[in-house]
């Protein structure tokens, strides 16, 4: 008799039929309802049953032996049973909490491990530090840290909860937007994924929408497949939409197309950025003659399309992309004040959204549900970094940085705590960041593989996989919910993150601070039960966790099935009585905060600043601008050991123009060294007229290899990027300001 088995789960990807057989993953099938479903769970069998699977505790053999930190990435590693595992490692954090404090321990983790509610890793590993007492946080994302400390001096809000929660819905741009103007794309590719999951697939078929209607949509960067096809194609050299931005509102200006009674009205500060916008401040008016050679646009081209935004419904949209790199605030608060001076802002189908396309949940038109999410109680520790800073901090403990209008000092972290990431494929400058990881005293990752990082800890305990628990599946930026049933049982020794932590807080006297009491089982109950409270209390009825299993899923009915209330309407029709939560009330195109902060690399309103790197600094050493794209075949780096198998899938493709190639004898498909002063990789040419002269692509998630060679081997983009960061102001990450060279690889 057959033990075949299917049943339906949830990821960050999407929702997908799974296939077992006994105690294996055997495939994966579509769900049905998604009309494009990612192809990314097809290599989930393999991933999940590969032989990089961790299968039980593991220490750094060099490390257990004299507690030595200089050999990570290079040593073995000791197989130990879980109980001596967990004995050394509670000793030890015990040892450096009650030594140096809990602010020489750093609670490290990304959101993306699962889009489980309860066995959410970065919840968890938080959770058990803020139990014994705490720990030195993170604040923002390397996807959008910038952005979060620019954007509420220029809107007052939070941008996570407020600007890509509660920004305009598709419907609303498909029955308004007559003009799309799309700085970085919204690439369906990077709109498979979304935090907690996207069901359905969607943003692809929008745009089918969008151009039958006739909607004009205009790609702006330097790759045409960063938006849907049929979509015009403005190549733009990376780094300068600032200055298209600024040549755009110059045209608007000196034609007289500026909207001032929607300045006056809901902004301040635009007497004091006009003077340097028209010239009068430094001798240089921002027109399109200026803008023409920065950013590789005609200035008939630019002159062209500002007379369009302002003369048609027009919604601008700002990629994620954009503030990953040097600057990165400047293009955010410049599209801002390009919307302003439009002044569509608060009408259907106008203004500026953020984030469209960088996941699938933004556009969704939704009524907000919130709850099960684990309580990671109280942080007594205020010590919080920016969170691209990492590298810097272990270099430099007691070292002064500027952040956001404050004099701060780095912690002097003794341990590193890791679940739910890896840093070794998201961080800048990777090679640097490998010789600052020798620097703590202790390393402990939780990890179902061992990832680049797991190899560079000193104590591995094997975490479990979603499809080896029990857990709940639900998103704010979608209208599905899942159980997540246990499909298998844990692969060779692997725990849940939960059961590693509890086990961890028994052996240092915290059991009661952490689990209160309840099993994995019976906390999805608290949680669940909670839910469905705050479900009922809005008048949505969803069944009790034994009907959720027996179903499986559901479909929430949470679709606004048309336009939503636009989020700044209420503001523009009143903005004295719904102000911004800026100090003016206003949309701040001055910001007398930021310019109180005295930084040269942020002013008080948005300027052009040429970044570090770019084709202005570009030089025969280093020729190239690379973008550093999100994978289109996995999620950062998840289930990289499996496609890494895959026959030609490493080194990973770089894409290349034919004058670049040519000028180097490169055919498509040969082996490349990519390299400048910090670092190479090898990849793969693909050469395609679909990327600007001057620019090429290597997308990121290839793992980190192994130290002491002179080339990454698989093609990880970061081993090229520079650790700066985007500003005093936001220190975000500027890993798309990078210049390489690029020739055939003859070793």
Wanted: overall charge negative; hydrophobic content about 40%; proline content about 8%.
């Amino acid at each position: 008799m057959s033990d075949r088995k299917t049943r339906i789960t949830t990821s960050h990807w999407g929702a997908f039929e799974v296939e077992t057989m006994g105690d294996r993953i055997i495939a994966t099938h579509p769900f049905a309802p998604d009309p494009d479903p990612s192809a990314i769970p097809a290599i989930i069998p393999q991933a999940v049953h590969h032989h990089t699977r961790i299968d039980r505790p593991h220490i750094r053999r060099a490390w257990l032996d004299r507690r030595d930190r200089k050999g990570r990435g290079a040593d073995d590693f000791v197989a130990l049973p879980w109980d001596e595992a967990l004995d050394i490692a509670a000793q030890e954090i015990a040892r450096i909490r009650d030594t140096h404090g809990n602010g020489a321990i750093f609670g490290g983790s990304y959101g993306w491990s699962s889009a489980g509610r309860f066995h959410h890793a970065q919840s968890q590993v938080h959770r058990f530090l803020n139990a014994i007492g705490g720990y030195v946080a993170s604040f923002g994302s390397y996807s959008t840290g910038c952005a979060q400390a620019i954007m509420p001096h220029v809107f007052g809000m939070n941008f996570i909860t407020l600007l890509y929660e509660h920004q305009e819905g598709w419907h609303t741009l498909d029955q308004h937007t007559e003009t799309l103007v799309m700085f970085g794309g919204i690439n369906p590719k990077n709109a498979q994924v979304s935090m907690g999951g996207v069901t359905e697939h969607e943003t692809a078929g929008w745009f089918d929408r969008f151009q039958a209607k006739g909607m004009r949509c205009v790609n702006i960067g330097p790759q045409r497949g960063d938006s849907p096809p049929g979509c015009e194609w403005m190549a733009v050299r990376p780094g300068s939409d600032t200055a298209l931005m600024l040549a755009l509102a110059w045209v608007l200006e000196d034609e007289g197309l500026t909207d001032h009674a929607f300045l006056d009205r809901c902004t301040t500060g635009f007497d004091r950025f006009c003077p340097y916008l028209m010239g009068e401040a430094d001798g240089t008016p921002k027109s399109p003659d200026w803008a023409a050679p920065l950013c590789g646009v005609p200035a008939d081209t630019i002159r062209a399309l500002a007379r369009r935004m302002a003369t048609t419904r027009t919604y601008i949209t700002v990629a994620w992309s954009l503030q990953r790199a040097h600057h990165g605030e400047q293009p955010y608060w410049m599209s801002a004040v390009l919307a302003a001076m439009l002044g569509q802002i608060g009408l259907p189908g106008g203004g500026v959204g953020y984030g469209y396309g960088a996941i699938g949940g933004v556009g969704k038109s939704l009524l907000g549900m919130t709850g099960m999410t684990l309580p990671q109680g109280h942080n007594p520790v205020a010590d919080v970094i920016p969170v691209a800073r990492i590298a810097d901090m272990l270099r430099n403990p007691g070292g002064t940085y500027d952040f956001n209008g404050q004099r701060r000092s780095y912690p002097d972290i003794r341990l590193v705590y890791w679940a739910g990431g890896n840093p070794f494929h998201h961080h800048q400058d990777l090679n640097a960041l490998h010789e600052a990881w020798q620097t703590p005293e202790t390393i402990l990752v939780n990890e179902p593989w061992w990832t680049p990082t797991a190899k560079r800890a000193d104590i591995v305990f094997p975490a479990t996989t979603p499809y080896e628990r029990e857990d709940i599946g639900r998103s704010n930026l979608d209208d599905y919910l899942f159980h997540m049933p246990q499909l298998i049982p844990p692969v060779g020794q692997a725990r849940d993150d939960y059961d590693i932590f509890a086990g961890l807080a028994a052996r240092m006297g915290a059991t009661d601070a952490y689990t209160e009491g309840r099993t994995s089982a019976e906390w999805i109950e608290l949680l669940y039960a909670d839910y469905r409270a705050r479900a009922a209390a809005q008048g949505i009825d969803v069944p009790d966790l034994d009907g959720l299993r027996e179903r499986n899923w559901m479909k929430l009915p949470i679709r606004v099935d048309g336009p939503k209330t636009t989020l700044f309407a209420p503001f523009r029709d009143d903005p004295d009585a719904a102000p911004l939560g800026t100090p003016s009330g206003r949309i701040e195109i001055f910001s007398e905060t930021i310019d109180s902060f005295g930084y040269d690399d942020c002013p008080g309103h948005p300027v052009w600043l040429p970044p570090a790197e770019w084709a202005g600094t570009a030089t025969a050493d280093a020729p190239l601008h690379l973008v550093s794209p999100q994978p289109g075949d996995k999620l950062h780096s998840q289930l990289e050991s499996a496609l890494a198998d895959q026959p030609g899938a490493r080194p990973e493709r770089l894409v290349i123009h034919p004058d670049d190639a040519a000028a180097r004898a490169i055919a498509d498909g040969d082996l490349l060294r990519v390299f400048n002063t910090r670092g190479a990789a090898r990849a793969r040419a693909h050469v395609s007229g679909d990327i600007l002269p001057g620019v090429v692509a290597l997308p990121t998630g290839a793992w980190f290899g192994d130290p002491g060679g002179n080339i990454d081997p698989h093609g990880n983009p970061n081993v090229l990027t520079a650790d700066i960061g985007t500003s005093r102001l936001g220190q975000g990450c500027s890993a798309h300001s990078t210049l390489v060279q690029v020739a055939c690889d003859n070793d």
